[in-house]
């Protein structure tokens, strides 16, 4: 069964850092690019940043300079580092990856993680 467990997040400080982690396992062959997007109450499911498999990053223009997507092949993992951190983070963070696994290539996502940034 191919599955993405985020964890990571929490409640922090404005200001404060948290680190998001995304662990891809099952059947898996290859995985392309691997992403974060985020989704806070009342509002549409948004990119946070994307990282290829060749490690080209792209970032929401929110999060730039204060958040940095990274990943482990190896461990088939990506991470979000999260610092800087404001109020308007907050949401609940999902994971995802472009993936081709034993039944064909397709784009996972996790369950989501939720950071809260509040005093």
């Known amino acids: 069964q191919v599955q993405l467990v985020e964890s990571g997040g929490g409640l922090v400080q404005p200001g404060g850092s948290l680190r998001l982690s995304c662990a891809a396992s099952?059947?898996?062959?290859?995985?392309?690019?691997m992403g974060w997007y985020r989704q806070a109450p009342g509002k549409q499911r948004e990119l946070v940043a994307t990282i290829s498999s060749g490690g080209s990053t792209n970032y929401a223009d929110s999060v730039k300079g204060r958040f940095t997507i990274s990943r482990d092949n190896a461990k088939n993992t990506v991470y979000l580092q999260m610092n800087s951190l404001k109020p308007e983070d907050t949401a609940v963070y999902f994971c995802n990856a472009d993936m081709v696994v034993n039944v064909g290539r397709g784009v996972y996502w996790g369950q989501g993680t939720q950071v809260t940034v509040s005093s």
């Open positions: 099952g059947g898996i062959f290859r995985i392309n690019a």
